[in-house]
Each structure stands twice: as structure tokens, then as C-alpha cells.
């Protein structure tokens, strides 16, 4: 792949997470989902979600700004339409202003409709200097 392509995908994937963090701080439902691949996988606190779960997971998280950092990509120099990459991120709640620290692992496809994340893990910097993926629990499952 020559540099000029190269950088194209780039650009395309920073903007891809980009969007990503606008759509997610905004609560933009019905055009959140179009920076995943129809099969994607989205990893948080240890517990896996598909796509039709997505809007409902959404919708279950506080209301605060997502803002992160271009993503690190690694491309998969056997398969051009593959790539990973890492970026980091601060939540700020709204209302309290408590911000969360941390980043996700992501794998990218490239699909007919251009790069899209395909999975996406979470992972949490806590006060205390360690990391996890935060306290395994489904937000969606029925208190009790």
C-alpha cells in the first residue's frame, strides 16, 4: 500500500473515532451505530454486547462529554482491509463533573461503506494506579 492510501485510511480512522465520541456524548441513537460493522462486538466493564444491544446500552450510560485522543493504528501488513488500534479517553459526567480515565482496544474493518470499528474494549485507569475493564455487570439486565 502506497503512503498516499495509507494516510487516506488514517485520516479516515481518527475520524471514525472521532464521530464515535461526538455521536456517543450527543445520545445520537440512530447514527451511533453507523461507525460499527453489522457483526461488531463493544466490551465494557468485562461484559460483551452485539450490535442490537448497543442503542439500550446507550441509552442506560450517564450523560457526560467523551473526549479522546487520535487513535494509535496498527495496520495488518497481510490484510488490508484490517487494522488496530488504541485510543484514549476522559468521560466527564454532566451533572457531577466526575471524569473517567481511560482507553480502548479496537479492531477496524474495512467495509463497502469505508473503515468501521468491529470491536471495541474498555479499559479503566483507576485513582489507586491500577487498570481494569471496571466491575463485570450487565447495565441492561433487570435490577435485582
Avoid at 459526567?93 to 461503506?113: F, I, N, S, V
Avoid at 473503515?115 to 475493564?133: A, L, P, V
Wanted: charged residues 25%.
Amino acid at each position: 500500500m502506497d503512503d498516499t492510501n495509507r494516510t487516506a485510511d488514517l485520516v479516515e480512522l481518527h475520524a471514525l473515532c472521532a464521530r464515535y465520541m461526538a455521536l456517543t456524548s450527543q445520545f445520537v441513537q440512530d447514527r451511533w451505530l453507523e461507525v460499527f460493522t453489522p457483526d461488531a462486538e463493544y466490551n465494557a466493564f468485562g461484559t460483551p454486547f452485539t450490535l442490537e444491544r448497543f442503542p439500550a446500552l446507550l441509552e442506560a450510560a450517564p450523560r457526560g462529554q467523551f473526549i479522546g485522543n487520535m487513535p494509535v493504528v496498527d495496520f495488518d501488513p497481510d490484510d488490508a482491509a484490517v487494522a488496530a488500534g488504541m485510543q484514549h479517553f476522559v468521560f466527564i459526567d454532566q451533572t457531577t463533573h466526575a471524569m473517567r480515565l481511560g482507553w480502548y482496544r479496537d479492531e477496524y474493518r474495512r467495509t463497502a461503506d469505508g473503515w468501521r470499528i468491529h470491536r471495541r474494549t474498555t479499559t479503566f485507569m483507576r485513582k489507586h494506579g491500577g487498570f481494569d475493564s471496571g466491575v463485570q455487570h450487565d447495565p441492561l439486565a433487570p435490577a435485582g
